[in-house]
């Protein structure tokens, strides 16, 4: 299943954050492409999320952090991804939901709430991949903590999605708490599955920053939404 809309009830707000961290990502993704696969690289290993570097407190391994500091490397992730495909399903998810979650929380809430789920989210991957040296990165733990928060504020709201039947394609409305209430079991069976399983020989996906940035989003969406009545 693939979102492409929502209905949600009426929006209040324009989502000046949730376009203006779209835009960042893409524009990340742009100077990605135009660096050499070693220059990415570099990239990746200086400004990913290695976990066995953040629990040192120090790079264990040129080059150095982006910053000079690995602590840093917890925010910079976020806006790093490999490929069009990983990029292009988190700017969709973030661009379904993150508008309406911006809505219920104005404008520097909701950013002050991304980015400390993404921070979460990234802790959480550490937490279960202590020993891992490989750079983890993408918005997809953030991300997660807004769906987190949707599936609390919006939970009977719709979403058009895109489903593959065989060679038939179909776009049938799915209850938010349906949808992400699966997505989210998905990720926390697999993040069971992948318990004392190297990460080099998972699938590559962080699905423990997922569920972590999930929790995260479910309890700070408390804190964060705006003390009004919503439709939903």
């Known amino acids: 299943m693939i979102p492409i809309s929502d209905a949600p009830g009426v929006r209040r707000s324009f989502p000046f954050i949730t376009i203006l961290i779209i835009l960042l990502n893409v524009l990340v993704f742009l100077f990605e492409l135009q660096l050499p696969q070693r220059g990415l690289e570099r990239l990746f290993f200086s400004a990913g999320v290695i976990p066995v570097e953040v629990i040192a407190g120090h790079d264990l391994r040129p080059p150095p952090p982006v910053f000079g500091s690995v602590y840093l490397t917890l925010l910079t992730s976020m806006f790093l991804h490999a490929g069009f495909l990983h990029i292009g399903s988190n700017m969709l998810y973030l661009w379904v ?136």
Request: net charge positive.
């Open 97 to 232: 939901f993150g508008d309406n979650v911006e809505d219920a929380m104005g404008h520097l809430r909701f950013l002050i709430f991304y980015l400390l789920c993404g921070i979460i989210a990234a802790i959480t991957h550490i937490a279960f991949n202590s020993q891992s040296t490989i750079p983890s990165l993408g918005a997809s733990g953030a991300i997660a903590g807004v769906l987190g928060a949707y599936i609390v504020l919006y939970p009977k709201a719709l979403i058009r999605t895109v489903l593959f039947i065989g060679p038939f394609i179909t776009f049938p409305r799915i209850s938010a708490f349906i949808m992400i209430g699966f997505w989210f079991l998905l990720q926390f069976l697999s993040g069971i599955a992948s318990l004392g399983v190297p990460s080099e020989q998972t699938s590559g996906v962080a699905v423990w920053a997922h569920v972590g940035g999930f929790v995260a989003g479910l309890v700070l969406v408390q804190l964060f939404r705006r003390r009004r009545v919503y439709g939903y």
